[in-house]
């Protein structure tokens, strides 16, 4: 048991710095490009950040731990919203652009419905992953198109964060090094997916507690430590357009990405209980988000009761699964 835990904390830090490692590196390899901070945050960070739920879902569908597969992208959509927005926000009042309200969030929500109808039938098969890989290919190239066309407001935008989160040479960022710190961080993340899955099936096992809630739960929220760590220190430095884009992004990433590479790789068996609980909690953080942003801001006090309102869903799943 004490060797698990080591595996699960090891795979948590592995998580944490592979994941911050290679977004610091996409990030400012598309910085020098000349891409928008809003497309970095829904597009590159939030892909670079969502690379641990990936890499987590393929291992463990490849050991048949497929509620930690869905556990885990279910879990990690909850877990930004209400830990990590809710956290963020209870510390730093974040300012939400009219973009993110008019335009990304009604696609992550019509994302997640698009999930409730492929699992309906307690399956995530191939031709559903092809759907959600196409939808997330064309979802890149539309917000990678719609930047361009507003590639008139970026300079200034890039300037400030370039100077608050990468230096004032970002656009001059030496790019086979970020490329190397790339590598460096999939590796890393690589090691920390399999310690992490590891360790969380063997003290599942030991401790009787459902697979699923390992992956909605402890999981879930070891995958989304990079999403943390980004919204977190962009909100303080003021890069609110990273801080909200990044999970949004994260969460569109998350049912497309994560849940079609992996379903084309391997079919993913769906626990009856995701269709009747979990997926509707996740809907419902969804649903609040966006009726939190409608003002154009998140302030400390909705961040305290998304916050409060994921700490009562993780408590109730435990409890509610206990001997399960």
């Known amino acids: 048991m004490?060797?698990?835990?080591?595996?699960?904390?090891?795979?948590?830090?592995?998580?944490?710095?592979?994941?911050?490692?290679?977004?610091?590196?996409?990030?400012?390899?598309?910085?020098?490009?000349?891409?928008?901070?809003?497309?970095v945050g829904l597009t590159v960070v939030a892909f670079g950040t969502s690379l641990p739920e990936l890499l987590v879902s393929l291992d463990a569908v490849s050991q048949g731990a497929h509620d930690i597969s869905v556990g885990n992208v279910v879990g990690s959509n909850i877990a930004n919203i209400g830990l990590i927005i809710g956290l963020t926000a209870l510390v730093f009042p974040i300012p939400v652009k009219a973009q993110i309200i008019r335009?990304?969030?009604?696609?992550?929500?019509?994302?997640?419905?698009?999930?409730?109808?492929?699992?309906?039938?307690?399956?995530?098969g191939r031709w559903d992953g092809a759907l959600l890989v196409i939808g997330v290919i064309a979802y890149t190239v539309v917000s990678y198109?719609?930047?361009?066309?507003?590639?008139?407001?970026?300079?200034?935008?890039?300037?400030?964060?370039?100077?608050?989160?990468?230096?004032?040479?970002?656009?001059?960022?030496?790019?086979?090094?970020?490329?190397?710190?790339?590598v460096v961080g999939m590796i890393v993340l690589v090691v920390g997916a399999n310690l992490l899955v590891d360790g969380s099936v063997n003290i599942a096992t030991a401790l009787g507690v459902p697979k699923l809630i390992i992956g909605l739960t402890l999981v879930a929220v070891g995958t989304s430590l990079p999403e943390l760590a980004t919204s977190f220190v962009a909100s303080m430095r003021k890069e609110n357009d990273i801080a909200v884009g990044n999970i949004v992004g994260s969460n569109i990433f998350n049912i497309l990405a994560i849940l079609g590479i992996t379903a084309l790789v391997q079919p993913i068996g769906v626990n009856p209980r995701v269709l009747e609980v979990d997926i509707v909690v996740m809907m419902g953080f969804s649903v609040?988000?966006?009726?939190?942003?409608?003002?154009?801001?998140?302030?400390?006090?909705?961040g305290g009761l998304l916050l409060a309102a994921y700490l009562i869903f993780t408590v109730w799943a435990f409890v509610s699964q206990q001997g399960a």
């Open 288 to 302: 609040a988000l966006l009726f939190v942003v409608l003002g154009g801001r998140i302030s400390r006090w909705q």
């Open 2 to 39: 004490l060797q698990d835990v080591l595996y699960v904390v090891l795979g948590l830090l592995g998580l944490f710095f592979g994941g911050n490692w290679l977004v610091k590196g996409a990030a400012r390899l598309s910085l020098s490009f000349g891409i928008s901070t809003l497309v």
């Open 145 to 182: 198109m719609l930047a361009l066309r507003e590639k008139r407001l970026l300079t200034a935008e890039l300037e400030s964060f370039e100077a608050a989160e990468f230096g004032a040479d970002a656009a001059q960022a030496n790019r086979l090094f970020e490329i190397g710190r790339l």
């Open 103 to 124: 335009r990304e969030l009604p696609f992550m929500l019509a994302v997640s419905v698009l999930m409730v109808l492929l699992i309906q039938d307690g399956e995530i």
